[in-house]
């Protein structure tokens, strides 16, 4: 158990050290790209344009990453505080400051988190500007002088050592051991750490006095992931197999290496390969003098070629290593994949890897298995969510609306996802959770949304269904029945429960500010509000139009005493996830009795003119009326 703890927190910390450096990888190229073109040694050499590389490197990259650091702890307010504090390590150092924005960014982030948090409802009304901008302008001042007389040092202390122990390792010819570490690392999401934390920052030294470092070829070499996914395009079985083609192409020309992760987590031993794969690579680069002028991100063949200093000499090197190294790490997982007995589910690996990433893969997808036709005689359709409170009941209603429209006589109800019928025949689910669902009914038919209030997916699939429609009378009369004998929504929304023109700095902010008025209501217990911010993390409770329904996990329903709803108006919006929410409404559901309301709220947000009049709506009651109309 202590092992797997261990596990997990570490690949947390990897995915978010990851998740500082992603959003920015934009700004890397921009940087990588002048530097390649302009520099002495450069294709294009330009003293004048050359000016941007050095103030780009030391001050817009740690800035950068620094304020998503900040961002990611506590919004936008933690950005800034980050964004301050990374100033003073900036400052206090004469070389890229990229680890110390890793840690400044976040600390100023939870800084002014638990200072807002102090200071919660302690605010008189009129002061909360004069309060947050102050607060954070004198945390972020006091935070950025200790990182300049403390971090800062500290920083450029573990630098030097890491700087000569990386000269004694390349003295010794000792430098492809590190492949040891940096393979590994891949896995856990600590790849970019690694490479833009640490191998980054002295790259550019090594590039100010020599043109050129290899450290930037230790992670970004595509060669190592390329020969395990060839491997599996010649020995691999099933769907491994049969994807690993299309892999291959998107990890070595697009230079996303995370595609690879699912094919060696079927296959624990491929590690090995990728090891020994790494280091051979490296040795080539070693001993034909390869080595980059520019940060290659993401770790692309084509972004390789593009950072290689423009003679002869250095292309050669450097593809001789990336060649070398997929054609050990090829052999190597051939020879594991030839002689292994283990099943290969890459499904099931790819969950995995989402999971130890923590958050939505961009690449999961490529991994989930291939739908066939919409089953014959559909007679049940089951939206699914965590709780089956709030989103799937949403959708259900939109899809029932439509199947009703359409002059279907098909049953479509909602459920959490571990109470999906084993008979439900198709099944809509959010993306992130469709795995989840697939593993509770494999047979069905899945079907994944990223909006439940306007997805194209619904019109799709009642156009499917129209050549089949053959629910039995019996199966109809009791889905109508069931939904005649909903308990009335009479004051389930209130006017006192409308809250017009709020503003948040977060989502999180946002959603406690909804679980407040559902405890002070009396629909709640306390603890449902934390219950709140766990659903939201755990799949974002945006449902796409400007609309947001944070709401409990299925653990927490016991905390429900009965059901109410707050709604919340937020014109400027707020983010969530990076979609923008203009309307919050705030769900406690007990024994279904809230399902009827929040039909009528799904129906009626579906429409952007509803929500328009909504977001402008001037007192709860024209904003009550736009929903009871519907």
């Known amino acids: 158990m202590a092992q797997s703890n261990i596990k997990v927190a570490v690949q947390k910390f990897g995915n978010f050290l990851s998740s500082m450096v992603m959003p920015n990888i934009g700004a890397f190229i921009a940087w990588g790209l002048i530097t390649a073109l302009f520099i002495p040694t450069g294709f294009f050499p330009n003293e004048s344009l050359a000016k941007l590389v050095d103030p780009m490197v030391k001050y817009l990259l740690p800035l950068l990453i620094g304020y998503t650091g900040g961002k990611l702890v506590h919004d936008q307010r933690g950005g800034v505080v980050g964004a301050i504090a990374t100033m003073g390590v900036i400052v206090g150092s004469d070389i890229p400051m990229f680890l110390g924005a890793m840690i400044m960014g976040p600390l100023g982030g939870y800084i002014i988190k638990k200072f807002d948090q102090f200071i919660e409802g302690k605010v008189k009304t009129g002061f909360e500007m004069l309060i947050n901008n102050f607060s954070a302008g004198i945390l972020g001042g006091i935070l950025a002088i200790l990182a300049f007389l403390g971090v800062s040092p ?31 690392a891949k896995i856990l999401f600590l790849n970019n750490a690694i490479n833009h934390g640490i191998l980054s920052p002295i790259g550019a030294e090594q590039i100010r006095t020599n043109g050129q470092s290899i450290l930037l070829l230790l992670e970004t070499n595509p060669g190592p992931g390329l020969g395990i996914l060839l491997a599996y395009c010649f020995f691999g079985k099933g769907t491994a197999k049969q994807s690993a083609p299309g892999a291959a192409i998107i990890h070595f020309i697009g230079g996303i290496h995370e595609i690879y992760f699912p094919y060696v987590l079927m296959r624990p031993l491929l590690i090995i390969a990728a090891i020994l794969g790494g280091m051979s690579g490296v040795f080539t680069f070693v001993l034909l003098g390869g080595g980059l002028q520019a940060v290659a991100s993401p770790g692309s063949i084509l972004a390789i070629l593009a950072a290689t200093p423009g003679n002869a000499g250095s292309y050669v090197a450097n593809i001789s290593g990336v060649l070398v190294a997929a054609v050990v790490s090829f052999i190597v997982g051939s020879l594991i994949l030839k002689t292994g007995k283990q099943s290969e589910d890459l499904d099931e690996a790819a969950r995995k890897m989402q999971e130890m990433k923590g958050k939505k893969s961009s690449v999961a997808g490529s991994f989930t298995k291939q739908q066939g036709e919409v089953p014959a005689s559909v007679q049940k359709i089951v939206f699914a969510c965590d709780a089956g409170m709030g989103s799937s009941a949403m959708g259900a209603s939109l899809l029932r609306k439509k199947v009703k429209q359409a002059d279907l006589n098909i049953s479509v109800t909602n459920t959490a996802i571990s109470n999906i019928p084993s008979d439900a025949q198709i099944v809509i689910t959010q993306e992130e959770l469709t795995p989840r669902a697939q593993n509770k009914v494999p047979d069905a038919y899945h079907i994944s949304v990223d909006n439940f209030l306007s997805s194209p997916e619904y019109d799709k699939l009642i156009d499917q269904l129209k050549n089949d429609h053959t629910t039995s009378k019996a199966e109809e009369e009791k889905r109508v029945s069931a939904e005649n004998n909903t308990d009335s929504n009479d004051g389930l929304l209130k006017e006192e429960n409308v809250f017009l023109n709020q503003h948040f700095s977060s989502k999180e902010e946002a959603i406690r500010f909804a679980g407040r008025v559902l405890v002070k209501g009396g629909y ?67 024994d279904g009795t809230h399902l009827e309301i929040l039909s009528g709220i799904a129906i009626t947000c579906s429409d952007m003119e509803n929500i328009e009049k909504m977001v402008h709506a001037k007192s709860a009651k024209e904003l009550m009326a736009i929903i009871q109309s519907n």
């Open 154 to 184: 500290a920083v450029d202390g573990f630098t030097g050592a890491l700087v000569v122990g990386v000269d004694w390792m390349v003295a010794h010819g000792l430098l492809p051991l590190t492949s040891i570490l940096i393979e590994p």
């Open 524 to 590: 709640v217990e306390e603890n449902y509000v934390e219950a709140m911010i766990d659903r939201d993390n755990m799949t974002s409770t945006y449902m796409g139009n400007d609309v947001a329904i944070p709401h409990g996990t299925e653990e927490a329903k016991k905390n429900v005493l009965r059901s109410g709803f707050t709604v919340i108006q937020v014109p400027e919006g707020v983010d969530f996830d990076g979609e923008k929410v203009r309307l919050i409404f705030g769900i406690a559901g007990k």
